[in-house]
Every structure is written in C-alpha cells, then in structure tokens.
Nanobody, 119 residues
Framework: VQLQASGGGLVQAGKSLTLSCQAS????????FGWYRQTPGQLRELVVE???????TYGDALKGRFTIFRDNAKNTIYLQMNNLEPEDTAVYYC??????????????WGQGTQVTVSS
C-alpha cells in the first residue's frame, strides 16, 4: 500500500486547510489510520488517530480544531484543520496500520506535506 498525501500550503493564521491522503488500493484490515506532524529537530508527534474500533485520539491541544474523516469509496483519509496557528507549521504525515487475520502487522507512511501558517 502506498499513501499519497496532498493539500499542504501556506495559509494565514485563523484560516482552515484540509489535507488528503489517498491509498493506492482498498484496505480491508485497517488497524488504525491517522495524521502526525514533525518540525525540524523535533520528534514526529501525533495529530489525530482513529482505531478500527472507532476510537479517536487527538494530540495535545488539537481536539476541537482538527478533525479526521475518511471516504472509503476514494480510499482517502482527510484532516480538516480549522483556526490554524503559526505553531501548527510542520510537515504533516498520514499513517496507516494494518493487522492481518494471521496477526501480521504493517505500517505505512505518506510522503509528508508541508503546512506553513503565517501570523
């Protein structure tokens, strides 16, 4: 499975942006999917992740501004980001984890898309 992320760009503080991440094929054994972000010199951090059981976990202070949703027909997950702040500037990565029926684990990352929020 390959993940293609898109939608990043330059946006003013307070504005919204939606990122997309399309999988190369339909995936039936998803364990979780989500978004992470990373700034230079820092570890990659969780933005939001949804498990196969529908449990959604947000990174610190992001709940209420960021929303994850998906379109199964398009094999795509989205990250809706509202009221963006300069501190949200980062490279955003989508992530997909699979666990097969015989307990094999696979993890996939998109290539990253840059989001820059100007003040």
């Amino acid at each position: 499975v390959q993940l293609q992320a898109s939608g990043g760009g330059l946006v003013q503080a307070g504005k919204s942006l939606t990122l997309s991440c399309q999988a190369s094929r339909s995936v039936s054994d998803i364990y979780s999917f989500g978004w992470y972000r990373q700034t230079p010199g820092q570890l990659r951090e969780l933005v939001v992740e949804t498990s196969k059981d529908g449990i959604t976990t947000y990174g610190d202070a992001l709940k209420g501004r960021f929303t994850i949703f998906r379109d199964n027909a398009k094999n795509t997950i989205y990250l809706q980001m509202n009221n963006l702040e300069p501190e949200d500037t980062a490279v955003y990565y989508c992530n997909l984890q699979r666990m097969t029926s015989d307990d094999l684990w696979y993890g996939y990352w998109g290539q990253g898309t840059q989001v820059t929020v100007s003040s």
